[in-house]
């Protein structure tokens, strides 16, 4: 089956330094791999997503993530942290080969303190 | 991406009454639609999966006959929480997968807002 790991339940980082929500994951086969965000009291909104090519992937808000096919990890990164990024973060992975049902992590809470 | 729309965005119902939240997607073909709920600090539980013309699919442990989905149309889908009790309350999610205006069949699917249910 396929799956991602989110090891962090939490994460606090401080306004203007770079953050890290770490994504590690288990698939057959290549893996397509996505993050979303989801601020209170709303969806899910797409970050970004890798399915084959360069292995840091830029999406929204200024977020990237990283492709690391030894370590089986798709870690998501910003430089610079704001504020406002402070939300709940999941990676998700297809439930199957082919499949566009989607598994998703525990989530992640990001604060990012003034 | 597609814009998806959920409605209503909050209610309150007393126990025993029925609630229907819709899922609309707009400049979207919405081949697949499926239905999340989300307990506070908690990931996503997928409900169920519905292709449009067709009966959805119910993950393990979903009551078919208590969740009610229909999805008509291409754009539109509903799910009806039928003789809710306080245990149904929870923040519903539906999510879209199929194709753009553009005929650009989609790899990623988009999330409406959500529907906060509160069954007093």
């Known amino acids: 089956a396929q799956s991602v790991a989110q090891p962090e339940d939490q994460v606090n980082v401080a306004e203007g330094n770079p953050l890290t929500v770490k994504c590690t994951y288990s698939?057959?086969?290549?893996?397509?791999l996505f993050w979303y965000v989801q601020y209170p009291n709303r969806g899910l909104q797409f970050l970004l997503k890798?399915?084959?090519?360069?292995?840091l992937v830029k999406g929204s808000y200024g977020f990237e993530a990283e492709f690391n096919k030894s370590q089986t990890s798709f870690h998501l990164k910003k430089p610079s942290a704001l504020v406002s990024d402070s939300a709940l973060y999941f990676c998700?992975?297809?439930?199957?080969?082919?499949?566009?049902?989607?598994?998703f992590g525990k989530g992640t809470k990001l604060s990012v303190i003034p | 991406g597609a814009v998806v729309s959920q409605h209503p965005s909050w209610v309150i119902c007393k126990s025993g009454t029925s609630v229907k939240i819709e899922c609309r997607s707009l400049?979207?073909?919405?081949?697949?639609m499926f239905w999340y709920r989300q307990f506070p600090k908690q990931s996503l539980m997928l409900m169920a999966t519905?292709?449009?013309?067709?009966?959805?699919?119910?993950e393990q442990g979903v009551e078919k006959d208590k969740f009610l989905i229909n999805h008509a149309s291409l754009t539109l889908s509903t799910l009806t929480v039928t003789s809710a009790h306080p245990e149904d309350s929870s923040f519903y999610i539906c999510?879209?997968?199929?194709?753009?205006?553009?005929?650009?069949?989609?790899?990623?699917?988009?999330f409406g807002p959500g529907t906060r249910l509160t069954v007093l």
């Open positions: 999510s879209v997968w199929g194709s753009l205006a553009g005929g650009e069949v989609t790899d990623t699917q988009y």
């Open positions: 698939v057959s086969g290549n893996p397509y």
């Open positions: 890798y399915i084959t090519g360069d292995n």
């Open positions: 998700a992975v297809p439930s199957g080969a082919g499949s566009y049902q989607l598994t």
């Open positions: 400049d979207f073909q919405a081949t697949t």
């Open positions: 519905s292709n449009e013309g067709s009966k959805a699919t119910y």
